[in-house]
């Protein structure tokens, strides 16, 4: 196994100093370390995070590896500066059984860019009718600790109250994709002054609040788990804030592109912007981005969703909601945030590894710890050019735009995985 001498390195914006790693773990630290077998890695100027762990990534195998595969969907998160990712249940055939959560996990060690730890489906074929395999998931090879439906909501109260006590025998947790179906019949974008202008459906910002409402209270009677997927509005915040403030065991994860964009998008009718639930007003953007800081929300997931041009390029109303996020999250996230490094480990590494029960992950890098970490350059300024991104799909958002920050290096059980901010596989 190679060993890695990292020097001159800032860790979480600290002086800088060495690490050294070796057989999987960061084995030393300090200023002026040498080992005479190490390849060096210069790195200076560079930042060293805890390798960043996804909740919430859509790696669409099996089924439609004509958008994205785990193996290329992997090398996408490696490059964005991850280290472990959740893969969500939507693949065709649905991951809701033992076989299809193993198939998932088997890829992702094939791979071998990142850990892939697959979500299971709440509920069968992802239909919201009958309970789905909870506990042979949990129990198969690749130990399901999440389940969602997500894309569809877990609609039905008692499904979804069932779905909650069931985890609770393996310390499961039941992630929900909050959008009230009844309420957003035919949706295309927010409920607001932009689809009345525009005559769009709106996607009103109750539905997704009703939800979370409901559940909060559903997971505080029945002591359960709960997250919420992809938060995108001031009052989903408010809700979560009074939950919490009551104990509820709730967390919530907010996307990059609902920190950054707004519904003004829905104008230039280019589909690359629509997403579910769809990108909402500045004032939703302030209030998550507030929540964001003070922990109301917890963490920042991607919610990558790569789309075939046949399924994207495309007119608004037919085209696929979702967009990429793996390979830009971080310069998002620190463009919002700033270069509040330990922020950042916080919303984007140690907690979602907290949540996901992901015990390799979310480690800082110091003496001991497993070797799962990634090298940020906050100098650097990219432009995002789509043809050069490692995912399969072309839709993200971000097309030519300039963002701060470049991920150098990321190192999965101290093995580099991107090394001068190319895969190494
Ligand atoms: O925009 C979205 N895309 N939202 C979802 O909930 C599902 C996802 C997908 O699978 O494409
Ligand atoms: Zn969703």
Not at 287 to 315: N, Y
Request: aromatic share 4%; glycine share 8%; hydrophobic share 45%.
């Amino acid at each position: 196994m190679t060993a890695y001498l990292i020097t001159n390195v800032s860790v979480l914006g600290a002086a800088p100093t060495d690490l050294l790693i070796r057989d999987g773990v960061v084995a030393e630290t300090g200023v002026g370390l040498t080992a005479s077998d190490a390849v060096v890695v210069d790195g200076t100027g560079l930042v060293a995070l805890p390798g960043l762990v996804d909740l919430h990534t859509h790696l669409r195998e099996p089924g439609r590896e004509d958008a994205e595969t785990v193996a290329t969907g992997s090398r996408a998160a490696a490059l964005g500066g991850f280290t472990a990712v959740c893969a969500m249940a939507n693949t065709s055939p649905v991951a809701d059984t033992a076989g299809v959560v193993e198939q998932v996990w088997r890829l992702g060690r094939e791979a071998g860019l990142v850990d892939v730890q697959p979500i299971g489906a709440v509920t069968v074929g992802l239909a919201g009718e009958r309970l789905a395999e909870l506990g042979a998931m949990a129990d198969s090879a690749a130990r399901v600790r999440i389940f969602s439906d997500d894309g569809h909501c877990v609609a039905d109260p008692r499904l979804m109250r069932r779905a909650l006590e069931y985890v609770k025998a393996f310390d499961g947790i039941v992630a929900q994709h909050a959008e009230e179906p009844r309420l957003t019949e035919g949706a295309q974008m927010h409920e607001g002054e932009i689809s009345t202008r525009l005559g769009l459906t709106g996607w009103p910002a109750v539905a997704e609040e009703a939800i979370i409402a409901r559940d909060v209270l559903l997971a505080e009677h029945v002591g359960s788990r709960l997250h919420i997927c992809h938060v995108s509005t001031a009052g989903s915040v408010g809700v979560l804030r009074q939950a919490k403030a009551r104990g509820v065991q709730v967390t919530a994860e907010v996307t990059p592109h609902h920190l950054l964009l707004t519904d003004e998008k829905a104008v230039t009718y280019d589909p690359v912007y629509k997403v579910n639930p769809p990108l909402r007003t500045a004032a939703d953007v302030a209030a998550l981005r507030t929540a964001l800081a003070e922990g109301v929300v917890d963490i920042v997931a991607t919610d990558h969703a790569p789309h075939s041009v046949e399924d994207k390029e495309c007119e608004w109303a037919y085209a696929r909601p979702g967009m990429l996020g793996l390979e830009t999250a971080l310069s998002i996230t620190l463009d919002v945030l700033g270069p509040r490094w330990d922020l950042i480990a916080e919303r984007m590494s140690r907690t979602p590894a907290r949540i996901a029960g992901l015990t390799e992950h979310g480690h800082d890098p110091a003496p001991g710890a497993p070797a799962n970490l990634t090298l940020v350059d906050p100098a650097a300024r990219r432009v995002v050019e789509p043809t050069e991104l490692a995912s399969r799909s072309r839709n993200t958002p971000y097309a030519r735009m300039t963002l701060p920050g470049r991920i150098v290096a990321t190192f999965l059980r101290g093995e580099a995985t991107v090394l001068d901010g190319k895969a190494v596989k």
